[in-house]
């Protein structure tokens, strides 16, 4: 969500910071602002509306001179988009500056009691109450005041603090929200996340729960509560710069969609070695999986859709009973999971709030866990008891697509994994998924091949008024996502459904003209699919069809069809997915939305 950049060191801060938040624009904002110390006090510019209108206001960064600074763009949470709410918020007497990610949960009792002590607060935002406890414990040294601070409030938190008495020390901290520190020469950086100073540094330190970090121009320590220093590890980020950048695509979508190929060899060749799937990386035995009564999937949005492919994955595969539970319901249910339940974790960035949450829950009631996650070193990775790394890159549009890919991809070598090692596996029916797992690279070119097509389809229907779409098992799985894609970026109402549920109220929907996009790649329910697509052409509907190639039959009832290659069937739902992202992008395109950053939308859930 929220993107924070802070820099120290010898070059002018608010050029950095600028460049820095428009790497982090896709995370999604509504507000954006700097605080710079000018040799004097701080100097605080913040606006409402896109980082541009930031940077024109001071000349990008030439009207704030300084070389200590921090900069952060919000994503509205306690009060509405505005400037007096937009970060940094400052304390009452303006010597302390705090940018804030997060959510601080007593944020109101803390206001209540400073205010009793004299405080003026001029916001709505919760971030401000920091930034006057800060002031209210300062005695002079501002990593005490800090660890006080973090002592009082309770939520989650990345937090950026400069302040005009301590001119030379840039301090943050983190809990339940990212926050990385950059390491440069003669100067130091924190962000949200890499994007922002991939461009100064490769290396950096990936900061735990409540450790305090204090950043000057020439040296960076970290603290735990106790005050005391914390060893950590360089971390070195080897992306390419030009993965974080479009590469002359128009879009960082559409680069992402089309990266989908390398990305899934970069997923599943290096776990095939000799004719088996190898994870070293996880620690699951044949013991362990006799042990589990059953597998609870828990995450958000389209992991979450993962999840549920997994489902109908997982059980043919491995003959184990699974559930699949959004994240932010999972601890309100008060879940049945124990020690003989594995629960597998699904999310891109490792920092999804609601599923780190759940996660959390699961290990409290002695659950097994393991996680799928993108980023090395992230929260939910480190604590899990098991993890599998995507490797898909950083991904950049709010909008998942080779993320989404990888999960999948990761989905199956899982399940071939724990097939083999429970026994529901034969060795011709691992050498079958195998072989069919290696060939799906090749087949994803081959369905981007057909994007002109797609894009003339889209060209047909980016005016539509309501989508449906509709499949069953797999295809069911799919069409959740499919018309996830298309909502949150082009803004048409879009809703899923089994197809045997249509007739229990939703078919009262269907009018004329109503677009329903009826996905038939499971071929032992295509005939079933068939009746009921005719159930909507009989109300009027104009059906767009998607089958396995040679499946011609669809085209007697559908009025427009894609193909996909014909693969196994668990893998189907890879291909599937492929013209349901292009078509909502090109329909986003066409309808003139703003792709990579829809409205109301961010790109890391930091928040419940």
């Keep these: 969500m929220c993107g924070i950049v802070g820099y120290i060191g010898g070059d002018q801060a608010a050029p950095v910071l600028l460049s820095g938040l428009e790497k982090l624009e896709y995370r999604g904002y509504d507000s954006a602002g700097v605080a710079v110390y000018d040799g004097t006090s701080l100097k605080v510019v913040k606006a409402k509306g896109r980082l541009k209108v930031l940077s024109d206001l001071i000349d990008g960064g030439k009207k704030t001179p300084g070389t200590i600074g921090i900069g952060h763009t919000?994503?509205?949470?306690?009060?509405?988009?505005?400037?007096?709410?937009?970060?940094?918020?400052?304390?009452?007497?303006?010597?302390?500056?705090?940018?804030?990610?997060?959510?601080?949960?007593?944020?109101?009792?803390?206001?209540?009691?400073l205010v009793r002590k004299g405080k003026t607060f001029v916001s709505e935002t919760d971030t401000e109450v920091v930034a006057q406890l800060?002031?209210?414990?300062?005695?002079?040294?501002?990593?005490?005041?800090?660890?006080?601070?973090?002592?009082?409030?309770?939520?989650?938190?990345a937090l950026g603090v400069i302040s005009q008495d301590n001119p030379d020390e840039l301090v943050a901290v983190r809990k339940d929200s990212p926050l990385i520190v950059g390491l440069g020469e003669g100067e130091n950086?924190?962000?949200?996340?890499?994007?922002?100073?991939?461009?100064?540094?490769?290396?950096?330190?990936?900061?735990?729960?409540?450790?305090?970090?204090?950043?000057?121009r020439d040296s960076v320590k970290i603290y735990n509560m106790d005050k005391e220093l914390v060893s950590k590890e360089v971390c070195h980020i080897d992306w390419d710069v030009s993965a974080a950048e479009k590469g002359g695509y128009e879009h960082f979508m559409a680069k992402e969609i089309m990266e989908q190929p390398k990305v899934l060899r970069d997923t599943i060749s290096p776990r095939l070695k000799d004719g088996k799937i190898v994870l070293d990386s996880i620690s699951l035995t044949a013991e362990d999986l006799k042990s589990f009564s059953k597998i609870c999937i828990v995450a958000c949005g389209s992991a979450y859709h993962v999840g549920v492919v997994a489902k109908y994955v997982f059980e043919k595969v491995m003959r184990i009973p699974v559930d699949v539970d959004l994240a932010s319901e999972f601890r309100y249910r008060d879940p049945m999971v124990d020690k003989s339940t594995l629960v597998l974790v699904i999310s891109q960035s490792g920092e999804t709030a609601d599923t780190l949450a759940a996660l959390r829950e699961a290990k409290r009631r002695g659950?097994?866990?393991?996680?799928?996650?993108?980023?090395?070193?992230?929260?939910?990775?480190?604590?899990?008891?098991?993890?599998?790394?995507?490797?898909?890159?950083?991904?950049?549009?709010?909008?998942?697509?080779?993320?989404?890919?990888?999960?999948?991809?990761?989905?199956?070598?899982l399940a071939i994994y724990m097939g083999q090692l429970n026994g529901k596996l034969d060795s011709q029916q691992v050498a079958s998924y195998i072989a069919a797992l290696e060939k799906l690279p090749e087949q994803v070119e081959e369905v981007l091949q057909d994007k002109e097509n797609v894009q003339y389809l889209a060209s047909?229907?980016?005016?539509?008024?309501?989508?449906?779409?509709?499949?069953?098992?797999?295809?069911?799985?799919?069409?959740?996502?499919?018309?996830?894609?298309?909502?949150?970026?082009?803004?048409?109402?879009?809703?899923?459904?089994?197809?045997?549920?249509?007739?229990?109220?939703?078919?009262?929907?269907?009018?004329?003209?109503?677009?329903?996009?009826?996905?038939?790649?499971?071929?032992?329910?295509?005939?079933?699919?068939?009746?009921?697509?005719?159930?909507?052409?009989a109300r009027g509907a104009i059906v767009l069809g998607m089958a396995v190639q040679g499946n011609t039959q669809i085209e007697n009832f559908a009025d427009h069809v894609i193909y996909i290659p014909e693969t196994c069937d668990i893998m189907l739902p890879s291909l599937a997915v492929i013209p349901l992202?292009?078509?909502?992008?090109?329909?986003?395109?066409?309808?003139?939305?703003?792709?990579?950053?829809?409205?109301?939308l961010a790109k890391s859930v930091t928040v419940e």
């Design 460 to 537: 047909l229907f980016f005016n539509a008024r309501d989508v449906f779409f509709i499949g069953r098992n797999l295809d069911y799985a799919m069409s959740l996502e499919g018309s996830l894609k298309l909502k949150e970026i082009s803004y048409i109402h879009s809703d899923a459904y089994a197809a045997g549920e249509l007739k229990h109220g939703t078919i009262s929907l269907i009018e004329n003209g109503t677009l329903v996009i009826a996905l038939a790649t499971q071929n032992p329910l295509f005939d079933k699919m068939m009746s009921n697509v005719k159930e909507v052409k």
């Design 367 to 413: 659950a097994r866990t393991l996680s799928i996650v993108n980023v090395v070193g992230s929260s939910i990775a480190n604590e899990s008891d098991d993890v599998i790394y995507t490797w898909a890159g950083p991904e950049i549009a709010v909008a998942t697509t080779k993320a989404y890919s990888a999960q999948l991809a990761v989905v199956y070598l």
């Design 134 to 157: 800060l002031e209210y414990y300062y005695q002079g040294d501002i990593l005490d005041a800090m660890i006080r601070v973090l002592q009082k409030v309770e939520g989650s938190y």
């Design 581 to 600: 992202q292009l078509f909502s992008y090109y329909v986003s395109s066409m309808k003139g939305c703003d792709i990579d950053k829809p409205r109301n």
């Design 74 to 113: 919000r994503w509205a949470t306690h009060g509405a988009p505005s400037d007096i709410n937009s970060h940094p918020q400052v304390s009452d007497s303006g010597r302390f500056a705090v940018v804030h990610n997060g959510i601080i949960e007593n944020y109101m009792a803390l206001k209540e009691m």
């Design 189 to 216: 950086y924190i962000a949200s996340d890499v994007p922002a100073i991939l461009n100064k540094t490769r290396d950096i330190y990936r900061l735990n729960d409540r450790e305090i970090v204090v950043l000057r």
